[in-house]
């Protein structure tokens, strides 16, 4: 099974490339008057939250390797509902085996732990 290997403060976390519909470029996040923060993905605004700022308190920094995540929306029952993740380095696809999360797997940068798009995003953060 393919993950992703993003980096969540100083820890290393897996998201299963099953929940991911495409990896794009940080770009400009705008902020509405009202609403969440988000950005224009193939023509339709859709909401981003920043996981290190979630996380840490501090934004993600701004590197190569710092992209949005696009995932279905884990509080949607429709396919359509997309969310943005802003996450740091995130530019590794890795293979794992869902066993080989007990809880953390050994990935060649250290130890990796499997986060489920409903662990990242509050329910708040609902698309």
Same mark, same amino acid.
């Given at each position: ?7 969540? =403060? @100083? ?8 929940? *991911? %519909?495409? $990896? ?32 840490? =308190? @501090? ?8 992209? *949005? %995540?696009? $995932? ?33 797997? @050994? ?21």
């Amino acid at each position: 099974m393919l993950f992703l290997q993003f980096r969540l =403060g @100083q820890d290393l976390c897996a998201l299963a490339a099953e929940h *991911i %519909v495409e $990896i794009v470029p940080l770009v400009d996040i705008e902020q509405p008057r009202q609403g969440a923060p988000g950005f224009d993905y193939r023509g339709r605004f859709i909401p981003v939250l920043d996981l290190a700022l979630r996380e840490t =308190g @501090q934004p993600a920094r701004r590197r190569m390797s710092t992209r *949005i %995540v696009v $995932i279905r929306s884990p509080w949607s029952d429709t396919d359509d509902a997309l969310l943005g993740l802003i996450a740091e380095g995130a530019s590794t696809m890795l293979r794992f085996e869902p066993a080989d999360f007990a809880p953390f797997a @050994q990935g060649p940068d250290g130890p990796v732990q499997r986060v489920e798009p409903r662990d990242l995003v509050p329910q708040e953060a609902r698309a």
